[in-house]
């Protein structure tokens, strides 16, 4: 074995130099060239306060990768609606008539209907017709002819195919007065021609401009109701449990002891023949009282209520709402009704109680701005005419000349205004009055005798002719003032003759002649509800301390102020609200042929230029070639006064502010609020850009 050595000099001379190490980091110390196993071991040797290092420093990287990799995704994706969510809305009334042949006398109906059925065209959410089951529509000959071509491949709820015989059946169901069905006034005189399973053609005998809104009108399904008669429509179950082929369908209902329907539930069409809703049910909720579907809306019960006025929103400005400012075509007037109310027939008294109302006063009082001033019958402001050449704006000195202009200059001890019709003689009995005589004098004889020996008179009482009776009458008058009439003759009984003592103490006894006077005074018949209510109260004050005209409220609910009130006209005055259709056709409120039901010629107006006018108007399906006759109709209306045009109330509509997708700009009726529903969604998910 060999060894090899070297010199302690020359191994010193080879080794480093001694030097001072750097000293090393956290992460040098324990991560440097250190293996998953030797990691392990690293919080056995770590020291406490390094280990709260470490968690935090690994909590903060983790938080700011999270944070960097949520802002990053939030800027390169959107909000988006996604499917599956639910609403929840309260409704006053009940549902009674799910069907299109009923559906439009009842809110409860016309929402369900909206959701569940289609019809040729509807509305869109700004008040304009579009295509529904139509893919396309054509007018013809003159506006004679409306031609509509249906979509391809609709089915109902049920599945079976929809096509143009539904259509057929479904108008020549509503012409059949057996069905009473209340729209089958607009579907008189229309010819229904199946020309194909896709096409179907509508002819009218004379142009008709609103007719295409006629069109609207929901289908019903043949072969489920083309079997039924008649009589049993109203009862059939279909009424409650309905197939149509609208985006919703029937899901259930829930009813209390009494029979009450509680809740009906919708859900979404899965065949859908348009845009698929968001939605996958729609329930409503039946309350009794606007206050308690309020208070189930405060809960967040319920997420929207169909029916709201402006004094509840102080109820609910806390809550997370979106309150919808709708624009409808209606207005509320006070309609005089002249046939009722002698005073109307007046046109000063027509026109001084317009110049006293102060309509934005009650804009600003009652419906809280939530409104827009009227003065004429055809919402210029809706439908783009020019304002009236003459208007009604608040001026009471104008009304007091007008009044006076008629002789209404009387106050009377209650301080109303009156008018003398006829001025009372001063002396009632001249003549000499005895058995055989007649005329006016016999008769206020027997009157007042009447009422001072009621025992005596029978057949004689009030006739005129000086009988029998009326002599026994005079001579107990004449021993019951004895000492007036006889004994100043030195006579002990009556003669049963009226001379000059008789006459006296009748002229001094009998209740004097009255001037016959007019009152200004009529009443109001509106409904019972809190804002009619007011309006009604408003002009009642405004006219009694402005003009001296008592004005007594008459308050009914809706069914009895429709039936017994509006119906037969029975009312001297209405405070009530109309609804035209969007393409505006004034012919039932104005034309003097509508004045009894069923037209709505509230104020038994007659004109017979404006009655020529209106014709001629119905018949011009050029929107632009309308315009300029209605600017010249609305200025002959408001001329003579009829009515007191109030105000255009706002729709609002409170919904809570989860529901997104609504836009509504313009509606018809409440019921078209959903006009857009298939857009309306309660559930978010996000999007790439």
Request: charged residues 25%.
């Amino acid at each position: 074995m060999r060894y090899f050595f070297q010199s302690n000099e020359n191994i010193e001379s080879e080794l480093p130099q001694k030097t001072t190490l750097p000293k090393k980091s956290f992460k040098e110390k324990y991560f440097c060239c250190l293996g998953f196993s030797q990691l392990k071991k690293l919080p056995k040797i770590m020291k406490k306060w390094e280990k709260i290092t470490l968690a935090i420093s690994l909590f903060l990287f983790l938080s700011s990768g999270i944070f960097l990799l949520n802002s990053l995704y939030r800027q390169n994706t959107n909000l988006a609606p996604a499917y599956g969510g639910k609403y929840t809305e309260g409704s006053l009334g009940q549902p009674r008539y799910i069907n299109p042949l009923y559906a439009s006398t009842n809110d409860a109906d016309r929402d369900l209907a909206e959701l569940i059925f289609s019809g040729l065209v509807k509305y869109d959410p700004n008040g304009k017709i579009v295509p529904d089951l139509a893919e396309k529509y054509e007018i013809k000959d003159n506006g004679k002819t409306y031609e509509f071509t249906l979509k391809e491949n609709v089915v109902w709820h049920d599945g079976k195919d929809f096509s143009t015989n539904d259509v057929a059946f479904t108008i020549k169901t509503i012409q059949n007065s057996d069905y009473k069905s209340p729209l089958r006034a607009n579907w008189l005189g229309v010819d229904v021609e199946i020309v194909s399973a896709q096409i179907i053609r509508l002819k009218i005998k004379t142009p008709y401009n609103s007719f295409l809104e006629n069109c609207t009108v929901k289908i019903l399904p043949e072969h489920i109701w083309g079997a039924m008669p008649a009589e049993n429509s109203p009862l059939a179950l279909y009424n409650l449990q309905p197939v149509g082929t609208g985006p919703f369908k029937f899901k259930s209902l829930k009813k209390d002891n009494l029979g009450n329907i509680k809740m009906f539930s919708l859900e979404e069409n899965a065949r859908y023949f348009d845009k698929k809703p968001y939605l996958s049910e729609v329930t409503f909720k039946y309350f009794t009282s606007q206050k308690d579907a309020l208070n189930a809306l405060k809960r967040g019960e319920i997420q929207g209520i169909d029916f709201f006025i402006a004094q509840e929103l102080s109820k609910v400005k806390n809550k997370p709402l979106d309150i919808y400012e709708v624009s409808m075509p209606r207005y509320f007037a006070l309609f005089f009704n002249p046939q009722k109310a002698t005073i109307f027939q007046d046109a000063n008294v027509r026109k001084a109680i317009n110049y006293a109302i102060n309509r934005p006063d009650i804009i600003e009082k009652i419906l809280l701005g939530h409104g827009k001033e009227l003065q004429s019958p055809i919402l210029p402001d809706i439908f783009g005419f020019n304002q009236p050449t003459e208007t009604y704006n608040y001026d009471v000195q104008q009304s007091i000349i007008l009044l006076e202009k008629s002789k209404y200059t009387v106050i009377n001890n209650d301080g109303f205004r009156e008018k003398l019709l006829k001025k009372a003689t001063t002396t009632q009995f001249k003549s000499t009055l005895k058995n055989g005589s007649t005329g006016s004098e016999v008769k206020l004889l027997q009157q007042c005798l009447a009422v001072e020996v009621p025992d005596v008179f029978g057949t004689d009482r009030d006739t005129g002719t000086f009988g029998k009776e009326t002599e026994v009458a005079v001579t107990k008058f004449q021993e019951k003032y004895a000492k007036d009439i006889l004994e100043p003759s030195g006579l002990k009984e009556g003669t049963g003759e009226v001379s000059k003592n008789t006459r006296a103490k009748l002229n001094e006894v009998c209740p004097k002649a009255q001037d016959e006077m007019q009152s200004l005074e009529f009443s109001i018949s509106t409904i019972n509800q809190p804002e009619m209510i007011a309006v009604a109260n408003y002009i009642k004050d405004a006219l009694a301390k402005d003009l001296g005209i008592k004005v007594n409220i008459q308050l009914y609910d809706n069914p009895q102020l429709e039936k017994d009130i509006i119906k037969p006209r029975n009312y001297e005055a209405l405070l009530f609200g109309e609804v035209l259709n969007l393409t505006p056709d004034l012919f039932s409120f104005w034309h003097s042929s509508q004045k009894k039901d069923p037209g709505l010629n509230l104020a038994n107006y007659e004109n017979k230029k404006v009655d020529k006018l209106l014709e001629e108007i119905r018949q011009i399906i050029d929107e632009s070639a309308r315009k300029g006759k209605y600017e010249s109709l609305q200025d002959m209306i408001i001329a003579d006064a009829p009515v007191v045009f109030l105000y255009a109330p706002e729709y609002l509509y409170p919904v809570s502010d989860e529901v997104k997708g609504i836009d509504i700009k313009t509606i018809i009726d409440p019921s078209k609020r959903f006009s857009g529903i298939t857009n309306w969604y309660t559930e978010t998910k996000r999007v790439w850009k």
